[in-house]
């Protein structure tokens, strides 16, 4: 009768343990699944900008904004609170499908084939500029978070059932970082690699107020855009 209590209890638990791993599979595949492409081509134009500028690449910088000037995005309408103090880096331009074709063609000078291609996405912008800013794909917001370790932080809702996410990119080459905390002040993700762009993504089980939280590891003053789902 022993042996027999053992293996239920030992078949309980069991069940219990793959209840749990189907779960955060399931979870998984979800966050997976309802990735929004919106935010992955934002991660991919800043990665692009990024490059360009790095590597005086006109085809990169061309590419950004191609792929910038077809994302619908509003403006992230939340109260940004700063901490630190400001070091005085010269305010670095965002990265718009605008300045980036401007910059792209003087990388590109008399090179006919990225004229061409140019002009399409000049066209492109022209037309998709009244989307742009539009209701609709991810919030963006600007910020300035001061070097030294200084951060901003703002209060955002998610909405349950959902992808949750969070993208922090520099215009001047700052490593950023995200943190996230739910209202219990429990952090749920973060992102504190040194890559220099942030981001992260999680799936909140109800609807609920996050706080996000974006650090500078820099010395400098970062100027950047944090973009929300």
Avoid: H
Wanted: negative net charge; proline residues 1%; aromatic residues 10%.
């Amino acid at each position: 009768m022993k042996k027999i209590f053992m293996l239920l209890v030992f078949c309980l638990f069991g069940a219990i343990g793959l209840f749990a791993q189907s779960e955060v599979e399931d979870e998984k595949t979800a966050l997976e699944k309802e990735a929004s492409p919106d935010m992955k081509a934002l991660q991919t134009a800043y990665s692009l900008a990024e490059y360009g500028y790095e590597n005086n690449s006109a085809s990169a910088l061309i590419e950004a904004a191609e792929i910038l000037a077809q994302i619908q995005t509003q403006k992230l309408e939340t109260e940004v609170n700063q901490e630190g103090e400001k070091v005085g880096t010269e305010k670095a331009d965002a990265y718009t499908a605008e300045k980036l074709i401007a910059d792209g063609k003087k990388l590109a000078g008399k090179d006919k084939s990225l004229a061409k291609w140019i002009a399409e996405v000049e066209k492109l912008v022209k037309n998709t500029s009244g989307t742009r800013g539009a209701m609709g794909g991810p919030k963006i917001g600007e910020w300035c978070i001061y070097g030294n370790g200084g951060r901003c932080y703002c209060n955002i809702m998610f909405r349950g059932g959902e992808l949750a996410a969070v993208l922090a990119s520099s215009y001047n080459s700052c490593d950023l970082d995200i943190y996230i905390y739910d209202k219990y002040g429990n952090l749920v993700v973060k992102d504190s690699s040194y890559a220099l762009d942030a981001f992260v993504s999680w799936y909140p089980r109800y609807d609920a107020i996050y706080k996000v939280v974006v650090k500078n590891a820099s010395q400098k003053d970062a100027y950047c855009i944090v973009g929300t789902n």
